[in-house]
Structure formats: C-alpha cells, structure tokens
C-alpha cells in the first residue's frame, strides 16, 4: 500500500516536472520568435493550444527559418496578423491559407536538416497531447541552428535537444540532470570547441550532425563527471581513459545516475554504487545523522520551549516596563505642570513684590581653543522673548527700564543694538522693543491713539549728552560743554527727566531705525585692549508712550533702554589718558549703581541717588513704581572670571531688590480732572494763605487802611480763584467799560487792594457768570464778555449766580445753592438728572448741600473723599492757621474770620449768624467793620446766608472744577 502511494507520488511528481519542463520550452520558443520577428502578440506561457493556433498559418514559420537562412522559404503566402489569427482563432481558416505555407517551411526544414513535424500536427481538430511538443522541438533546433550559425559565421548547427517527450529516458530523468540540459548550467557548457572548427560546405552537414552529437555528449559527460555525484568509480575510470564512446558514455552516465538516485527511505533501498564497492559507510553515516537530526529536533523542541517561556516572560516585562513609563511619564508631566506653575508663580510674586528681574546672558569665546571658565548651555536666539512681556507693559502704561550690565566687551551693545552693520533680523533689544510698540500700537489703534518719541542720550563724563541732536557739532566734540543736559525730576514738565533732549516722533520702526543709527554714530566709541569698539558712554534710549482712550483717559509711559558703559580694569584694557579718564568715569558710576542698589537692597532710607548722572536718571526706574530688568552680560574666557563673579555678584544684588508693586500711570479722564482739581485746590489755598496772612495784618490796623482807600467801581474778582492775571484782565475790563452789570450798593463797590478791598474783590455780581471752555465768560441772558476770564483747559466751566442785591426778595425765594461737583458726563445736569447726597463740610459751623454724582468708580470716589478732605482743609485748615498765626486770643483771629466770610459774601455779619454757625461774637471785629463802613447786614435767613457763605467759599477756592447752580423754588 505504502509502495503503490509512493509509486503514484512519483509519477505525479513526474507528470508535473515534464508539464513544467514543457511549459518552459514552449516559453523559449516563443521568446526566440519575437526576438527574432519582434513582438508577436502572444503571451509569454502560451498553452499548447494557443502556441499551436498561433503558428497554424505557416506565416511565422516562414518568416522565422527566412530570417535565419534567407530564401529558405521563396514564396511566403501573406495572411492576417498573429493578433487577428489568435482573436478569431474560433473561425476556422481556409486550409490553402496555410498549408502552403506550412508545407514550404517543413520542406526547407528538411533541407536544413532540422527535426521537422507533421502538417497535422498544426490542425486543430487532429490534435492530440504531445503534437505541440515536435513543433517546439523543431523551433528550438531552429533557434540553435540560428546561434551557431552565428557563432561561427556559417552555415550554424543545431542542438538537438528534444523535448522529454520524445526521449525514452525522459520519464526516469533526475530533475538535476535534465536541469543540465534545459537551464542555464547547459548553456555554460564549454562550446569552444565546437566553435573552433570550421564547416564550410553544405555537403558536410552529414559530418555535422555526426560531430555534433559526439562534441555534445562529451561535453555533457564531462559535465555530470565533473560533478561527480552518484556516478560509478568504474564508470569514471573509463571515462578517464577515454576509451569508450562519449555519447555511449553519457548514456550510461545518465542510466547510472538515475539508477542510484536517492531513496526517500534508505534502509529498505540498496546503495547500489556503494555495494558494487563494498565499502558502503553511507549507512552509518545515515544512522548518525538520523541520531543527529534527532538529537537537533530535541534540541529544537527544547529551544522553541525556551524560547515561548522566554516571549511570555518579555511580553510581561514589556508591560510593566509600559505601565512604568506611563508612570514615569505622567509624573514629568504633573512634574513639568508644577515647575510651569511655579515660575508663573514665582513671576507673579517677583512682580507683586517688583524684584528688579535678572538675566545673565554669556557671550560666546572667540578663540576656539581658549580655556573657557563658564559654558553657555542652549539656545542663544531667544534672548528677546523674555523681555517681551515688559514692552507690552509699557503700552499698558507702566513705566520699564531695562539696562544691560557688565564688563568691557561681554556684549551689552550687542544684545542692545545688535551688531554693528548688522541685518534687521540681527538687531538687538532697541528695535524689537520698538518694533513690537508699533506692532501693538497698530493692533490697538481702535480702542487707543498712541504716539511715541524717542529721546537718545549718553552720559560721557559725568555729562548728558544729546545724541539725537540736529547741530551734530556738539556731539562731535565731546569735551565741549557745549550741550549739557540737565537731569529733572520726571514730573516735571511733560514727564521728561531731561526735557531739553531732543525728542523724535517715531512712526514706524525705519524712523527708529534711522535714529538709532543717528545715535550710533554720534556715540563715543574707541578701541581699547579688550574691545575693538568700546562704548566710552553710557547710552540712554529713552521711548515715551504717550496713550489716549476712547473714553478721554490717557497715560504717558516711558521705557529707558541702557546700554551701559563696561566695567573695565585699566591695568587689562591697557588705557591711557583720555581713554584712562573716561574709564575712571565709567568706574566711578558703576560704582555709584553699586551703591544705589545696595542701599535699596538694605532698604536704607537714604538712597544715594544724587552721587552720579547715571542713577540721577534712572532714578525713578530703580527706585520708583517702575518694572526693571537687568541684563548680566559676562565673557567666558578665563581671564575674566574675577570680572564674571563681580557681575554675577552684582546680579545676585540687584535681583534681591524690591523696587513694591509696578504704578500703571493710566488714569481715566475723572480721575485726571479730579487730580486738577486737587491741584487747583492745593493752588487756592496757597493763595489764601497768602491773603489770610495779609488779611490779619489789615485786622490790625482796618481803619487807616479803609481811610486810605479810594472807593473803586463795583467788580468781579476771581483772584481767591487762582488767577490773578484774569482779574487784572476784568479789571481793566471795568475800567474801559466792560458789560454792564446791575449796580451794587455802594459799600460793596468801595473796594481796596488791602484788607477791606478784599470783601469786594470776592463779591459775586448779581447775574449768572458762565465760563465757558474757551476761558470766555457769558452772562445768563447769553451776553458775552469778551474778555478770557481765566484758562479752564479740560472744557469745564463755572457757573455761578450772586444776588442781585443780597437783600433781594426775588433772589432769596429763588435762591437754593447747591454744589455740583463735575464729572466727565455730567456737563450741566438739571436738578432731577444729579442723583443728591448730603455732604457736611466741617467748616466752622457751615453745612454746605452738595450734590455729587454717585456714578463715578471707586477711583473717582476716593479723589473726591480728598478732594472733600483737602476743601475741608482748605476752609478750616486755612482759619485754624490763621488762628494759629493770632494764637486764638488776639482779638484779629475772629475779626479776620469775620472779614473774611464778609469778603467772600460781601454780606456783613450778624451776631445772629454767628450765634447759629456757633461762633463767638467778635465784638472788636464787628466795631472794627462797623468803623470800616463795611457794608450793613442783609436782611436774609441765616441758613441761606450760612450756605450762601461756605459756598462761596468753595467757590473762591476751587475756581475750576466746582459748579454752583441755582434752581427755582
Ligand atoms: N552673543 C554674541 N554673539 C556674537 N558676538 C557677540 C555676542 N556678544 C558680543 N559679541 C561680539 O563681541 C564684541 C564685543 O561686544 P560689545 O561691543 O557688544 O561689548 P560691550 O559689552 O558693549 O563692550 P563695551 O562695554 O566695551 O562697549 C563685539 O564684536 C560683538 O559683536
């Protein structure tokens, strides 16, 4: 049974290699015809049906043998392409179209002495399996006969290679040996000596075949001797000897060979070769690599145990190595989040405390082989970005200086301007600062109007210079104290700190660009032994901001950019003379930035600010409500390092100082007018205090002054307002018959520019007075007087109303006075619009109704809360130090109290009005005024009069700001 299965394996095994070896033959055929014709259209594995269909009409055979041997064929019967033929291969041809055809081409085949086939062996209904085969073979010994004929020029020869079909051996054939004939090892055959000889005649054809078959058995036996395998020791020994016939010896080679082919199982098979010997080790042999193989598949078993133990093994490794790094990595997350959050933090904190920020930048060594003594690790292209948040503070309002430090040649005017000629994208922290305000700017141009100037000084010397100045000779010649600048204190002025430096409108980053290098130019630089260009000066870019809001809030910033002249050891930078002097300068104020930023750092109360320019200027960056950062610069080379561990000294102080929270200087359009007011204010009651001074003088000794007054005309003085110049203005108004107004009685008209005088100088004349925003004044019945009554620049006005006559009965039923304080919507607001809230003036004895507007921010409300505290003062204040000055007994102190409400009503006082404000009755002032010919006392109540009184007081004092309306009963 096991016989008859390996028996039917092997015959199936057979059929396929012959199908295959067939399949291949074909294949070459049908290469060498369309290498010989060109591309005939068939595919390159024909089937035996196609291939046969495809030469059915003799055409291509024709052509093909007419190729090789022109004229074999002299008439070819022309028919329709191979294409078409194989297309419409189901209609069958007419038989004329290709016998003829067919016919001529095995007739020259004849000739040639090539295998031929059967004409039926082409028809389609004749045939039978094997038929296609004799074609191929008689194509293939066409196709040597053509590579002979072309190898030796002649005639060729074939190589009769039949197919295993027509081979009696060919079914027992070992595939190596058939390889040998059919592959490529054949064609390695040594055929040199085949082409050494030279057939020339026809006639030798006969010979030709003959030799043929000899040279190509030899060269087949030596072949299969050459690789020896399976072929008798006898057999070999012949063919040494050379004494049989090659092709007989081939034969018997190739009978022996697939005799002794190997048994799938050897112990039940004979070793022929070996038992003809008698020396047959194979059996052994085979034992020991059965025992081997088996010993190896153990082996095998074992390892791929090993190996399945060793997979899991790592697969669990692999997870926890996995689950580990999850681990890992979440915790550098979490750990990435914290540092993150730290540094927000620790920023936040270093900004509410407003620790000036530090940071070191190391410039890179030049010489490649120098010993360096400090590293820089990292990327050096961002040195900006952390600046960058700074110059967007700017544009908020806050004031930022930011200055780079270090010594001689460490690279602060690099990291400043940039490189010396350097591309844009070079330039340093000057321009980008620059470059972003404009960016911002623009961003912001819907909601903010910005403008900036630029100011650019240096202090060489212990002078400021201009270095944006037109007349270029003074910063020529540096030794001329020709264009000293003087240092202010920043509130001075518009702000400007050095207000006679030229300051540049800049539009866009080429007017900056253009200015710096202006400044660049005019800046003192000089070679030294540690830098080429050492700047001899320290430079001061300063940009002002100055903003404006939609809602009329504005804000004037500044940002000083300080490129500061390097620490230099003269011994090192080997300088002398000029160079010496200016080092010893530069030395001297750097020295005096030590000692600022020590004595800030200590918090001392005295911060030597005077002792240098340097800290003079930066005084309100180190010192005030500014945002500062500092740019340690240090050089890594070796040499330097006492120079580096003094500049990272120095950093290490200067980041421990807290300068307090950053002040925006932003502050809303309220905010602005209630600070003028303030400063009105604190102007009036300068004033007053000058007038109480002189007034308590004139209480000494009233009656000659009023003796020696001449009586003038009536008049409204707003002097008390602050504003003398206007007064000199309506007076001379009066004087050359100004608007006509209704006439006083003539006490009030008798004014002096002493004592007495002043109760008529604050007389209110009886008709309603508008100031308008021009400085005009009006009258209610729109009258105007032409003459500016005082310079009321944010657009207010004061309106106010004095009696017709204080005795009027129309007045005193219309007259309800009221304060309004001005907000910035609130321009003449009726009665119903102005939300009412009592205030109480602590004045002596005065209640005064004011009416504030409460819409206003906390901002607003906490001036107004000084500004009631400073009208407070101004009104109690004033009198306390006039009390002070009579020490409360001199019988002037009442007097000149009295004097004084009558100078600001015009109204005379009356015992029952001082009983009902609680003061005493002042008999010596009230005799003084009597004997003055003051005017007598109205006929009005005393709480209009009371009120009447601290309003005008008010009003004297805040000129400005404070409107006093009326309204109808
Ligand atoms: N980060 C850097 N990358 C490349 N070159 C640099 C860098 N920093 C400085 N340099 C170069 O080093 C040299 C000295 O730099 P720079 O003039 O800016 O020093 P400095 O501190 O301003 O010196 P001085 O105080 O004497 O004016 C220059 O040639 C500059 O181009």
């Known amino acids: 049974m096991e016989a008859s299965v390996s028996a039917g394996t092997h015959d199936f095994t057979m059929a396929s290699r012959k199908a295959e070896e067939t399949a291949w033959r074909r294949f070459q055929a049908v290469q060498w015809l369309e290498s010989l014709l060109g591309p005939l259209g068939i595919s390159n594995q024909p089937s035996e049906r196609e291939f046969i269909s495809f030469l059915r009409n003799g055409l291509i055979l024709c052509n093909a043998i007419n190729k090789i041997h022109p004229g074999a064929v002299p008439k070819v019967v022309e028919n329709q392409s191979p294409l078409q033929l194989l297309t419409r291969e189901n209609q069958p041809l007419p038989a004329y179209q290709y016998f003829e055809n067919v016919r001529n081409f095995l007739v020259a085949v004849e000739e040639l002495k090539l295998p031929a086939f059967e004409a039926s062996d082409l028809e389609r209904d004749t045939m039978e399996a094997g038929s296609g085969a004799k074609v191929v073979d008689c194509i293939l010994s066409l196709k040597s006969f053509h590579e002979g004929k072309q190898t030796t020029g002649a005639n060729g020869f074939y190589k009769h290679a039949k197919s295993p079909s027509v081979v009696n051996a060919a079914n027992r054939m070992h595939s190596r040996a058939s390889a040998a004939i059919s592959s490529d090892s054949c064609r390695r055959l040594d055929m040199s000596a085949l082409c050494g000889r030279q057939l020339t005649s026809e006639g030798d054809n006969g010979k030709l ?51 002794e082919q190997p048994q799938d199982n050897f112990p039940e098979q004979q070793c022929k070769a070996c038992l003809r010997k008698g020396n047959c080790h194979h059996r052994d042999l085979f034992k020991m690599q059965e025992k081997e193989l088996l010993d190896l598949k153990g082996l095998l078993l074992e390892t791929k145990k090993d190996f399945k133990g060793l997979q899991f093994q790592l697969q669990r490794d692999l997870k926890d190595l996995g689950t580990q790094v999850q681990e890992l990595s979440t915790a550098a997350l979490g750990y990435y989040r914290v540092v993150k959050e730290n540094r927000t933090l620790y920023n936040m904190v270093q900004d509410l405390k407003g620790n000036i920020r530090v940071y070191c930048r190391i410039r890179p060594s030049f010489v490649a082989e120098a010993i360096n003594v400090i590293d820089f690790i990292g990327e050096d292209d961002e040195v900006y970005k952390d600046t960058q948040p700074l110059i967007r503070s700017v544009m908020d309002g806050y004031n930022v200086c930011i200055f780079a430090y270090g010594q001689t040649g460490s690279g602060k005017t690099h990291t400043m301007s940039g490189p010396s000629g350097g591309l844009t994208r070079d330039m340093g922290i000057n321009y980008l600062a620059l470059n972003d305000l404009f960016r911002i700017s623009n961003g912001r141009k819907d909601i903010i109007s910005y403008e900036i100037q630029v100011q650019m000084v240096e202090i060489y010397n212990e002078q400021v210079r201009d270095l944006l100045a037109e007349d270029s000779s003074t910063v020529k010649y540096p030794f001329l104290d020709i264009h000293k600048l003087e240092i202010r204190s920043c509130t001075s002025d518009n702000g400007l700190s050095l207000p006679d430096a030229t300051v540049r409108s800049v539009k866009s980053t080429n007017d900056v660009l253009n200015l710096m290098k202006l400044g660049e130019v005019n800046r003192v630089v000089s070679s030294t032994g540690m830098n080429d260009r050492s700047s001899r000066s320290h430079c001061v870019l300063t940009v002002h901001v100055h903003g404006k809001d939609e809602s009329g809030g504005k804000f004037h910033s500044r940002l000083h950019l300080v490129d500061l002249a390097g620490s230099e050891r003269v011994d090192k930078s080997e300088v002398t003379g000029d160079r010496l002097k200016e080092a010893q300068y530069i030395n001297r104020s750097l020295s005096c930035l030590g000692d600022v930023i020590t004595a800030l750092a200590q918090k001392n109360s005295h911060i030597p600010y005077r002792n240098s320019k340097l800290t003079l200027l930066l005084q309100d960056s180190l010192g005030g409500h500014a945002k500062t950062l500092m740019l340690a610069h240090v050089s890594p080379e070796e040499d330097s390092f006492s120079e580096t561990i003094t500049t990272l000294k120095f950093a290490q102080r200067v980041s421990t100082v807290e300068l307090g929270a950053a002040h925006s200087n932003k502050e809303s359009s309220e905010v602005m007018q209630l600070k003028e007011q303030i400063e009105s204010l604190k102007q009036a009651l300068a004033n007053k205090e000058a007038q109480n001074v002189r007034l308590s003088k004139t209480c000494e000794k009233p009656r000659t002054i009023l003796e020696r ?57 009886p008709e309603t007075v508008l100031i308008n925003k021009y400085g005009h004044c009006q009258t209610q019945d729109e009258e105007a007087i032409t003459k500016p009554f005082g310079h009321l620049d944010n657009g207010s006005f004061l309106l106010a109303k004095a009696p017709r006559s204080p005795t009027s009965a129309t007045f005193q039923k219309r007259v309800t006075k009221q304060m309004i304080l001005k ?67 001199s019988p002037v102190t009442s007097s000149a109290r009295s004097l004084r409400r009558q100078s600001l009503t015009g109204i005379q006082t009356s015992g029952s009005r001082r009983s009902s404000l609680g003061g005493k009755p002042d008999d010596n002032c009230a005799k003084d005024t009597r004997n003055a010919k003051t005017p007598p006392p109205v006929h009005r109540s005393t709480k209009l009069t009371s009120q009447w009184l601290s309003s005008v007081d008010v009003l004297a004092t805040a000129p400005v700001h404070v409107l006093l309306r009326y309204f109808d009963n």
């Open 209 to 259: 075949e003959e030799y043929f078959v000899e040279s190509i058995g030899k060269l087949l036996a030596e072949y299969m001797v050459g690789s020896k395998e399976n072929i008798d020791d006898n057999l070999l020994a012949s063919y040494r000897n050379r004494d049989m016939d090659p092709v007989k010896q081939f034969n018997r080679i190739m009978s022996s060979g697939l005799e």
């Open 709 to 765: 007054t001449p009586p003038r005309p009536r008049r409204l003085s707003i002097e008390n307002c602050g504003n003398v110049k206007n007064v000199k203005a309506m007076n001379s108004e009066d004087k050359k018959g100004g608007p006509k107004t209704p006439s006083l009685p003539n006490r009030s008209r008798r004014l002096s520019s002493d004592g007495p005088s002043l109760l008529r100088r604050i007389t209110l004349r």
């Open 823 to 889: 907000t910035p919507n609130h321009k003449c607001a009726t009665k119903s619009e102005v939300k009412m809230k009592k205030l109480t003036l602590s004045t002596d004895n005065l209640t005064t109704p004011y009416m504030v507007n409460d819409s206003t921010n906390g901002k607003g409300s906490h001036i107004r809360k000084s500004l009631r505290s400073t009208i407070g003062k101004l009104i109690n204040g004033s009198e306390k130090r006039v009390s002070k000055i009579n020490d409360g007994k």
